[in-house]
């Protein structure tokens, strides 16, 4: 069957219903309303994020779509390559501009094809993909693009595609599963003794503080609350000499859109809003995203960030919970090591083949860090 493509710069060209039949209807951070806030709201093109969308029609329904990003820098992707740039710049070549399929700013693995729900074949689902990726080969190549980069695709769909010069890379990231726990207590009694007195002992030194622990969803937020968690998020990175890319206008956007997808944790001292942490929430997983805080209280974010949520992801039987990217002190409090999966692709063929030596030598780095750090699970051997 031949398919009509076309290629469009902004959601705004694309009706949000017909765009939200494609995918995971659960998932957040592929929704029309997600990528259109970030669009509208100053967080894309002021930090080298320019957006190109490829979709496949069949007539008048579309079938397939991704959300890719023409990327001056590599600022926001989190699977790092700036080795990689600089090799470029050593042979005399550009590795900017270069192409990427992903979700700005976010590492959470999920679907970037995005398929039509009622396409139940999975080899039509299958050939959909493969379609999408000789479109953005071809405009790679085109449009004189170093390359294209598929960031936190799901293992088993990036596999797929080995044999159509995709390069795999991986990494390490921290999540917690949920094991059918009733309670906090439940998932307690599965951690060694010192591990499970440990993450009582700091629950017990927030309790102790004259602080209030609530959650909000995001359409239960007001204007003013969303503003003092932004600015809270903020200033995480002013004092570091960083930039927050997501606006405070994007919070009010994704909280009046996506409402109960989006989940936030406030402490407040005093009814004053002193830290905050923002989740979102699909039918099985919880995905930590940012964290802001005023005054340093210890422990606060082990509470706010993971407590919180494995209270959250109990409650409302979830039954996976990424809090976000990096962490080794996520270990003893229940998150496990999980490899993450990118896919790589270079219109230079000698590039192509060096990255793939460099990237077997990685993966096996990748293995035995992941490896070591399973053996220092703070749950019980029986457990």
Known sequence: MKLEVTIKQSLTEIEESEWNQ??????????????????????????????????????????????????????GELVFDHTWAQAYERSGQNYYPKLVTAIPYTPATGPRFLIHRQISDAQQAHQLRLQLIQLIQQFCQTHQLSGWHLLFERESIVKSFTNHQLLLRYDCQYHWHNQSYQNFADFLAQLSSRKRKNIRKERAAVAAEDLTICRKYGDQLTDAEWHRVHQLYAGIFQRKYGTATLSEDFFRRIGRALKQRVMVVLALKQEEIIAASLFFVSDSTLYGRLWGCEEYYNHLHFECCYYQGIDFCIENRLQHFDPGAQGEHKISRGFLPQRTCSAHWFVDQQFQQAIGHYLQQEEQYIDQYCTEMLAKSPYRKNA
Not at 28 to 44: D, V, Y
Not at 48 to 67: E, I, K, M, N, R
């Open 22 to 75: 494609l995918g995971e209807a659960d998932y957040p951070f592929t929704r029309h309303e997600f990528l259109l806030a970030l669009e509208q709201h100053h967080c894309l093109l002021e930090y080298g994020w320019q957006p190109v969308y490829f979709l496949l029609h069949d007539g008048a329904s579309l079938l397939a779509a991704t959300p890719c990003y023409i990327k001056s820098n590599s600022y």
